[in-house]
């Protein structure tokens, strides 16, 4: 049995990570260290919370003993980092959390895992040769895009918001640790995410609770901000192959191929809602969506190219927009029904 660390396992992606993982590698045995701050949810592992398979720990991944600890205790032969803050509009209005996580606790764990796998420089302890570290980062370390072009893995880093800094300088240490020490560490840089389990506060799950309880649906300026959509699960099969397959120091896009603005967003959740679950009043769900003031260096556009880890690795996307937007919005009329029966 393989013990794996995942960082940050009750957030979104990790919880949609963990119950795949688990089911295609019989040989895994995934410890998940999880601080349970806001935007973990442990209910969001109700699938996997009885396997013997799997171990929840709660802590701080900033917590250089504990990390330690872990790594004596269970040993572990690769890392696969999701832990982050990651929602841009918290980063405008508190920074410091950011850099202390994202930054800091990047460094924690690459540093954890160098001296539990290595000797020396380049030298890796018997039987440790094999380890490897993933860094889960994001498109958002590029910057923004005009009407034309696509990020790719050779793309210049210009991060505008402490989000996006924070990530790019955790994507920074990882180079470092391969360079520098030679330790196994592969990045994935990924576009927006989307469905099950996702926080409240992100775009797709605010525009579906708001449009339900009658609310307004806030769209930030003009909404022809563009970014392209990842299935989540989509992203999941993308990991397990760059963690698997990835050369060692190389940096692989995941990206959807699914740009649309903020106002086509919009505009396919409430048009679905209109099918099934129509409003009482027979009114279209987009009567509902208003515009607000425009957030502080919004990016305009995100677009990823996907030709590496398409090329090299044979990854594709299994879900366009259309069928990856209808499968979430199931999930949250059956979330929205359960609580209810509740």
Not at 90 to 118: C, K, Q, Y
């Amino acid at each position: 049995m393989k013990n794996i660390l995942v960082t940050g396992g009750a957030g979104f992606i990790g919880s949609n990570f963990i119950p795949y993982i688990l089911s295609k590698y019989v040989e895994y045995h995934v410890v998940n260290l999880d601080a349970l701050t806001y935007a973990g949810d442990l209910d969001n592992l109700k699938e996997v919370e009885d396997n013997d398979r799997y171990t929840f720990v709660q802590g701080n991944i900033c917590d250089k003993q504990l990390v330690k600890e872990l790594f004596a205790k269970f040993d572990f032969s690769g890392v696969l980092h999701f832990a982050a803050e990651s929602h841009v509009d918290n980063s405008i209005e508190g920074p410091e959390a950011f850099i202390r996580t994202n930054v800091l606790g990047t460094f924690t764990l690459l540093d954890a895992a160098r001296g539990h796998w290595m000797d020396f420089p380049f030298v890796y302890k018997r039987g440790k040769e094999g380890n490897r570290f993933l860094h889960v980062s994001t498109d958002e370390v590029y910057g923004s895009l005009g009407p034309e072009g696509l990020f790719t893995e050779t793309t210049a880093y210009a991060p505008n918001s402490p989000y996006s800094a924070s990530k790019a300088s955790s994507d920074m240490l990882v180079r470092s640790y391969f360079h520098t020490y030679g330790l196994n560490v592969v990045t994935t840089n990924c576009s927006n995410n989307y469905g099950p389990k996702q926080h409240n506060e992100k775009l797709i799950p605010t525009i579906i609770r708001k449009a339900l309880s009658s609310q307004p649906i806030p769209i930030y300026g003009d909404g022809e901000n563009v970014r392209d959509w990842l299935y989540v699960l989509d992203h999941a099969t993308g990991i397990d192959m760059v963690f698997h397959n990835g050369i060692s120091g190389e940096t692989y896009n995941i990206g959807g191929r699914n740009e649309r603005t903020n106002n086509q967003i919009a505009a396919s959740i409430c048009s679905l809602l209109d099918r099934k679950r129509p409003r009482k009043d027979g009114k279209s769900y987009s009567e509902q969506i208003t515009f607000v003031k425009d957030r502080a260096g919004h990016d305009k556009r995100y677009a990823i190219d996907a030709s590496k880890i398409e090329r090299e690795l044979g990854w594709t996307a299994m879900e366009n927009f259309e069928t990856g937007i209808e499968k979430t919005i199931e999930w949250y009329l059956k979330k929205e029904y359960n609580v209810a029966k509740v």
